[in-house]
């Protein structure tokens, strides 16, 4: 029960993180994915239910389409692989101060 007048906070950020849905949330494990949909309850990036982003299924598309192409263009490295990301919450998730990467581009 949450009495009238309370504020609340929608934190998807905060979701993702949840140990208790995640394992070692605060690392970034590619592999999580391999072989696993997660539902749009535990990644709710789309919403969930009946108000569920109408453009979710072209963005995946998009976003798969697009990675692909970039990969098969250009290589990429992290110049400083031992030092990890520091975030910036904000109403898009960015990365403070950056992220230094070294891209090259494929020899075909």
């Given at each position: ?8 906070a ?22 999580r ?35 692909v192409e ?39």
């Amino acid at each position: 029960f949450i009495p009238a007048g309370t504020k609340i906070a929608y934190e998807v950020y905060a979701m993702g993180r949840d140990p208790a849905v995640w394992e070692k949330p605060d690392q970034v494990i590619p592999e999580r994915w391999f072989g696993k949909t997660p539902s749009q309850y535990e990644f709710p990036v789309f919403q969930a239910g009946p108000r569920i982003c109408l453009g979710k299924d072209l963005a995946i598309y998009e976003a798969k389409f697009a990675t692909v192409e970039i990969l098969k263009r250009f290589r990429f490295e992290v110049p400083e692989p031992t030092v990890g990301p520091k975030y910036k919450p904000g109403i898009t998730m960015t990365v403070k101060d950056g992220c230094k990467v070294l891209v090259t581009k494929r020899i075909p």
